[in-house]
């Protein structure tokens, strides 16, 4: 009997479970793809396959859940953009695969900022956590920079968003082009006057 009510528990708690990463990631998905200003908790709810009532049941409000998502989308950014430390073509590649999957979801909430507290709010951090990146993956090269806060910043320059868009969205070059390009202008700058001594 007692083990009946644990797994009914338990797979109970999973359902619960599910349920709210199926909210999150509507939620995340969606601003991704719609201006925020268009997006009601009705059309989270549809994408998700549940009701208003059960988004509110699991958060609260819309800035319940718009906290929520925010750290839902936060763990999976900084697990898609890891890469191993000093790894120059580990780094591109990983920031090239995370634009391809949220670039231009990242594009339309920066065309927002101005004027959308939630979006300033996300893209701010999100400015952060590439500055945090790039200090991270570069380490040892900026560590043997004469200048490792000049060479940080055009890393960050390099390897930002927009890099990727000129290359692959206005420029319209295919994704393994662009990381190559990419690939270049960071090799570019860890080779020239803001260089470390042993690149």
Same mark, same amino acid.
Do not use: K, N
């Given at each position: 009997m007692n083990t009946t009510r644990s797994y009914t528990?338990?797979?109970?708690?999973?359902? *619960?479970?599910?349920?709210?990463?199926? +909210? /999150?990631?509507?939620?995340?998905?969606l601003h991704g793809e719609?201006?925020?200003?268009? /997006?009601?908790?009705?059309?989270?709810a549809a994408r998700a396959g549940v009701? *208003?009532?059960? *988004?509110?049941? !699991?958060?609260?409000?819309?800035a319940g859940l718009a906290d929520a998502a925010f750290e839902h989308a936060r763990i999976d950014v900084e697990d898609e953009r890891r890469a191993p430390v000093g790894d120059v073509a580990a780094a +591109?590649? $990983? +920031?090239?695969? =995370?634009?391809?999957?949220? @670039?231009d979801a990242v594009l339309l909430m920066l065309a927002q900022e101005a004027h959308e507290a939630l979006m300033r709010r996300?893209?701010? !951090? @999100?400015? @952060? +956590? !590439?500055r945090?990146? *790039?200090?991270?993956?570069?380490? %040892?090269l900026l560590t043997a920079a004469p200048d490792p806060e000049a060479l940080a910043e055009l890393l960050v320059v390099a390897t930002d968003v927009y890099a990727w868009k000129l290359l692959r969205r206005d420029r319209g070059l295919p994704r393994e082009l662009t990381e190559q390009r990419m690939h270049q202008l960071v090799t570019a /700058?860890?080779?020239? %006057? $803001?260089? #470390?001594? =042993? #690149?």
């Open positions: 528990m338990t797979s109970r708690a999973r359902s *619960v479970d599910e349920t709210r990463r199926r +909210i /999150l990631t509507a939620c995340v998905e719609r201006l925020s200003a268009d /997006l009601g908790l009705d059309d989270i009701s *208003v009532q059960t *988004v509110l049941r !699991h958060f609260g409000s819309r +591109i590649r $990983a +920031i090239v695969d =995370h634009y391809e999957r949220r @670039g996300i893209t701010e !951090h @999100g400015r @952060g +956590i !590439h945090d990146w *790039v200090d991270e993956v570069f380490a %040892p /700058l860890l080779t020239g %006057p $803001a260089a #470390p001594d =042993h #690149p």
